[in-house]
């Protein structure tokens, strides 16, 4: 069964300090990898979509990276809008199976 | 990426009545799906729910219990049944357009049951 893990659970930040956040993964077969932003009330948005291992995309001051283990999501000189909870998912690898398994998510706060 | 608008946006209902919750996406979708995200906890998925055929219900979730409706590529119902206050929860909606390509979710129905 496809198992996510993310770390740490819970993150603070003075604004502009960067980090990085984890998400490991166990799949036996990756088709995708998703990151999403969830802000309290309200459903998750869609970040970035990673596919193969070695792939990078970015947004803003969101950058997320792949390897066959894992992904990070990297926050570089965050802003106080930047708080949320961030929620990695995998999808299986076989068409027709569109499941997504989401890990718990970090929770970001960013100080100002 | 589209658009879902879901309603209502919150309720608290009765134990042993059920709520209706509606979900309108603004293009057409093959697949829609319904999660459940629990005080504090990630998201579930309960159903797929695809245009002329039954629901896909994943492991632990009943049809009696969740009944899925989606006449149409736009629209879908998710039927919480004799609710008991287990049954408090957020439950989303959420659909693809293309395969892969990030799917949207709609804004959430905060569900209270007392």
């Known amino acids: 069964e496809d198992q996510v893990t993310q770390s740490p659970e819970a993150l603070r930040l003075q604004e502009g300090e960067s980090s990085s956040l984890n998400c490991s993964y166990t799949v036996s077969g990756l088709r995708g990898l998703f990151w999403y932003r969830q802000d309290p009330g309200k459903g998750p948005e869609f970040l970035f979509t990673?596919?193969?291992a070695g792939e990078e995309k970015e947004k803003e001051r969101l950058k997320a990276t792949l390897t066959k283990k894992e992904s990070f999501l990297h926050i570089t000189a965050p802003k106080p809008e930047d708080s949320a909870t961030y929620l990695c998912a995998v999808q299986p690898p076989n068409f027709g199976n569109e499941k997504l398994t989401f890990g718990t998510g970090t929770r970001l706060t960013i100080i100002p | 990426s589209a658009v879902i608008s879901q309603k209502p946006s919150r309720d608290i209902c009765q134990r042993g009545t059920s709520l209706t919750i509606q979900c309108q996406v603004d293009s057409q979708v093959t697949m829609m799906f319904w999660y459940r995200q629990q005080p504090g906890q990630s998201l579930t998925l309960i159903a797929t729910?695809?245009?002329?055929?039954?629901?896909?219900?994943e492991s632990g979730f009943v049809i009696d219990k969740f009944p899925i409706s989606r006449p149409n590529l736009t629209f879908s119902t998710l039927t919480v049944s004799n609710m008991s206050p287990e049954d408090s929860s957020i439950y989303l909606c959420?659909?693809?357009?293309?395969?892969?390509?990030?799917?949207?979710f709609g804004s959430g129905t905060r569900l209270t049951v007392v």
């Open positions: 990673l596919y193969s």
């Open positions: 959420s659909a693809g357009i293309n395969r892969g390509y990030g799917y949207t």
């Open positions: 729910a695809n245009q002329g055929s039954e629901a896909t219900y």
